[in-house]
Every structure is written in structure tokens, then in C-alpha cells.
């Protein structure tokens, strides 16, 4: 299990993340919210990071690592209008994790073919785990 310091960290990139158009929509801060609570971190901590990023942390567990970047994937899907920026800071993002980048290159380009690009957790893992074996 991932400590505070990891939870803030992954909670603070992902707000960086949705901010990088400047603008926090409800339905990005609604959704970054519902991720602090399954966190476990506390609302006004959340309020606090949207100001106030932490550093980053490398996290350890390559699962952990698949997990936030599928959180960022879903994220980056919530307005339904992906942005070349925004592709290549989602694909630099996993880079900066450790992820393969064939693994990353996969699933941008999967995740097309799914209703409303939301591709699903197996399918995510199957391709990680090809790479990672």
C-alpha cells in the first residue's frame, strides 16, 4: 500500500494534470475529488493541493504506477476532446512512471476504439503486463 506523502503526490500530478489548460472544470475537479476520497485524503487537503503542488514521488510499485496512469487516461477523457498537448503530457507523464512507452503508445491508440475512450482495467493490465514480462 502507497503512504500519504505517495497519495498526495499521485493526487497533486493528477490535479496538475486536469490544470494544464488552466482551467479545473467541475466535472474534473468533481472526479479529482472522488479520487482524494478513495485516497483518503481529506477535502480540504485536497483544496489545498490545487494551489499548492506537492513534489514528485516515484512510486515503487509498478501496479501503482499502471493505476495512476489509467486514472490520468480517464481523466484526460472527462471533457471527451483530447487536445495533441494534452496526448503528449498524458504520454510524457507515463514515461516520467517507468511505464514502456510501447505499453503507453498501445494504449492511446486502443483506447479509440472504446465507447467514449474509456478503455477497461484488464484490458489495460493485459497490455502492461505483455511489456512487463
Avoid: W
Amino acid at each position: 500500500m502507497i503512504n500519504r506523502a505517495e497519495k498526495l503526490c499521485l493526487l497533486s500530478e493528477m490535479i496538475s494534470f486536469a490544470k494544464s489548460d488552466n482551467i479545473l472544470s467541475p466535472i474534473e475537479y468533481k472526479f479529482l475529488l472522488a479520487i482524494a476520497k478513495q485516497l483518503e485524503i481529506s477535502r480540504e487537503d485536497f483544496d489545498y493541493l490545487i494551489n499548492n503542488p506537492v513534489n514528485y514521488i516515484h512510486l515503487e510499485s509498478h501496479s501503482e504506477r499502471i493505476v495512476q496512469f489509467h486514472r490520468l487516461v480517464l481523466l484526460m477523457n472527462l471533457d471527451k476532446e483530447n487536445t495533441p498537448k494534452e496526448i503528449i503530457k498524458l504520454h510524457n507523464f507515463g514515461l516520467k512512471m517507468g511505464l514502456s512507452c510501447e505499453s503507453i503508445n498501445r494504449v492511446l491508440f486502443l483506447m479509440e476504439g472504446f465507447p467514449n475512450k474509456i478503455i477497461p482495467p484488464d484490458v489495460l493490465i493485459d497490455i502492461f503486463k505483455v511489456q512487463y514480462n
